[in-house]
């Protein structure tokens, strides 16, 4: 939540993530952040950033964190995300 007792934007939370995982050390925290993102949100890389004020509900929210503290543990994004693409198949 927010200051003002409002969810999270898009914007918010991957700022969040993207801040927290630098932190740890994790290479690439943006791009992570934008990953971990999609895959609670279903939403593409991009259209996180078109919505970038869509709010979180409080189950996104605590998946994301989840994702983020996975991932600060060095556990591979591959494993977090359940697939990976390969020369775009």
């Known amino acids: 939540m927010t200051m003002a007792g409002l969810p999270k934007t898009n914007v918010e939370a991957l700022r969040e993530c993207r ?3 630098e932190s740890r050390g994790v290479p690439s925290a943006r791009l992570n952040a934008e990953w971990l993102l ?3 949100t279903g939403l593409t890389r991009v259209q996180l ?3 970038y004020d869509r ?3 409080a189950a ?3 998946e994301y964190r ?3 503290e996975r991932r600060a543990a060095r ?3 591959q494993y977090i995300l359940g697939r990976w ?3 775009k198949l």
Do not use: D, W
């Open 38 to 40: 999609g895959k609670v």
């Open 66 to 68: 989840e994702l983020m």
């Open 49 to 51: 950033y078109t919505f």
């Open 60 to 62: 996104e929210m605590a």
């Open 75 to 77: 556990e591979p994004l």
């Open 85 to 87: 693409q390969f020369r």
């Open 19 to 21: 801040e927290f995982l």
């Open 55 to 57: 709010p979180l509900n």
